[in-house]
């Protein structure tokens, strides 16, 4: 007993995947639209035809009277009826095309189906339903499904036999597409007949065809699937162009490959009842939890809307009370004016009182009352001729101005979680640390704090890259670490490992909760530690040309006096100022990497690495020297055989204009500050040209030294691209140097842990500027 309600429970439960999603009954000749979601197909015809696109011409269904033979003679009866396949293709044609279209009218509209399961239109193509097959297994189901719960009692009478009393029908024909008693089968399939030959099957009230085939090309059956389109293709389709290049396999393996996969996920969910059981009370829970949360929201609702109500009540009192001072203190002023005018009349009050005083004959009696009746009758006069209202009887001043807070009630909602911030990718980089930059949109709510995650990408033995855009499986190998309850609009994340690109994301939190995330963004850091120098400018400087900012960090060369007084010599010859500067660390061991920043504006700066003792002695030289190039004993390249038996003293790429050039794919050439061919090899990705090649200034150029091997490459800071990169001598203390040819500036990447420290840089040593003569 037991056993047959679990099994009515389970098929109850099923009956849920067997609906229409649009009638909410059991579906009944299913198609399979794009989004591969199934809906009857009488169903999605009248959908199309209340979106207003035309009414396709349906035949009746095959179960109904019109279609069965007991409403034709015998002799029509006898007829060969339709193939199976060409009525399944007659139901799903009128779609895309209708009667009294003309070839030359324009091109058909592509039609648009809502579906409702996915909430938004899928697009059918100009066919409209032709395009949709029929899902034929899916039928089957139904048909089994409606075996086991309700054909089981009720038996299929013969749609033959004559009223009133129909026989219940043992036989269904599957060409007919109808169900027949022993008799009515013997009258409808003679002997010697075409009919006799047709596929019998057991009585069901749903007749579908025997295969698929394609629906352009007739009799084709479905022999293969394209992986690329997610379709099924016979052989002419496969032909076609437009699946030129495109992964096909027969439809057998595509068929044991879904197989499969299906059978591993049902015996993955079936092994997993436990956990789907606990998901199962936790949601549960969760439904009881949110009754029970939405009860104490609306009872905080109608708390906060009593507590406005009485709130708006007191002030309505308040208000009233101070209106109704001021018009008890007007009415007054007004009643005593009033009074006052009323004792000017004629006979009444003060000229009354007046008249009886002119009758007094006696001087002294007349002059001692008559005073105080002289002024008031002289204020009462003055009065009269300068008349103005003791109060103002409008109230424009007590009129309120409620379209703010009317705006504001109006405005009145659920407090909501922040949106998705948005991440400044201009500012946030990867240095000594690792900072994060970003705003909430204008139309977002306040945050009170932000969670900041981060992960390392995973690297699978061998380079691979693990994981894809969103994570993947380097999620659960990397799991994201969490700066919690962060202010402000930044943070600084430390301890991380060199080399690496690590994933970004924030959010915000109020009392809403957590908003969404913001976009991922990948930040790869330095290859090497980063070292930390300052510019030394204790010696040598021209202050006419080269200036040092005040934190140590940046420079500007300015083309001063040395010019002009070399224009008398410009037809001959050019005089170009060289002026060098040096970081104050001496590097002698281990990798270093450090970044700066070109002006695009600046004419020629060099930006690299060299020899200590060897930049001195270059640029300790006399003013009017020559170019090193054509000096023996410089250690620059000048043609000799022992350029490639060692490394050059320094290592420049040049940079100006905002261009920067990477010199060619030879090590032939060793690096000099005055002609710009830069010593050292490209790498792979390098310019493949024998002249060497320019391409547009990275914003920050990164450089690495690995003194052990005797290496610098060249970077774009931005992305940790790899330029360049080149030999370097390292058998002595190696330092940054920056080379400045007329007009420039450059500025030092500051570090992340130093943006808000104020230190005081050590000075240690600066090179010496000379003057270049450079014949043309």
Known sequence: MDALVRISSNLKNMEQELQCPVCKGMVKQPVVLPCLHSVCLLCASEVLVQSGYPPPDLPPEPNSPASTPNTRSP???????????????????????????????????????????CGRDVELGERGLADCMRNLTLERIVERYRHTVSLGSAAVTCQFCKPPQPLEATKGCADCRANFCNECFKLYHPWGTPRAQHEHVLPTLNFRPKVLSCIEHDQERLQFYCKSCQRLLCSLCKLRRAHTGHKIIPITQAYQTLKDKITKELNYVLSNQD??????????????????????????????????????????????????????????ALANQVAERRSLQEHAGLLAFAQELLKETDPSCFVHSARHTHNRLAKSIESLQC??????????????????????????DFIQAPLAPVIDTQRTLAYDQLFLCWRLPQDSCPAWHFSVEYRRRGVVPGGGVRGGIRGGLA?????????????????????????????????????????????????????????????????????????????QRGARSIPGLSLLQAAD????????????????????????YWACSVEPGSYLVKVGVGLESKLQEWFHLPQEMASPRYDPDSGHDSGGEDALDSPPPFTFLTMGMGKIYLPPNTSAHHGCPSNGRDSGISVSNGPTSPTGATYPLPPRLGVCLDFEKGRV??????????????AVDCSAPVCPAFCFIGGGALQLQELVANRNADQTPVRRVTIQSRVIKMNK
Request: aromatic content about 8%; proline content about 5%.
């Open 475 to 551: 999620a659960a190998r990397w799991g994201w670490q969490r700066l919690e309850e962060v202010s402000g609009n930044s943070a600084v994340i430390d301890r991380l490992e060199m080399d690496s690109v690590y994933v970004l994301r924030v959010r915000g939190c109020n009392k809403a909760g957590y908003g969404e995330y913001s976009e991922e963004v990948y930040l790869h850091t330095p290859p090497a530690p980063v070292l930390n120098f300052y510019l030394d400018s204790r010696w040598g400087l021209h202050a006419d040309r080269l200036v040092v900012s005040k934190e």
């Open 275 to 332: 956990t789907v059981l606990s998901q199962i009370t936790q949601l549960e829970n969760v439904i009881t939890q949110t009754e029970v949360n939405s009860v104490s929201a609306r009872e905080q609702l109608v708390q906060c809307m009593r507590e406005l109500t009485a709130l708006i009540s007191e002030r309505q009192s308040g208000l009233t009370q101070v209106l109704e001072a001021s018009r008890q203190r007007r009415g007054e």
């Open 569 to 592: 010599r410009a037809l001959t010859s050019c005089h170009l100022t060289a002026d060098l500067l040096v970081g104050d660390v001496a590097i002698t061991q281990g990798r270093h």
């Open 75 to 117: 002799r029509q009866a006898r007829r060969p009826l339709p193939k199976a396949d060409r009525v399944d293709r007659q139901l799903r044609t009128g779609f895309g095309t209708y009667p009294g279209r003309r070839r030359k009218d324009g091109p058909p509209q592509v039609m648009l189906f809502p579906c409702v399961p």
């Open 713 to 726: 490459t060249f970077y774009d800071a931005h992305s940790l691209r790899p330029l360049w990169e080149g």
């Open 387 to 412: 008349f103005s209202l003791a109060a103002d009887p409008s109230f424009r001043h007590f009129q309120l101005d409620v379209a703010r807070e009317l705006k504001l009630l109006s405005e009145l």
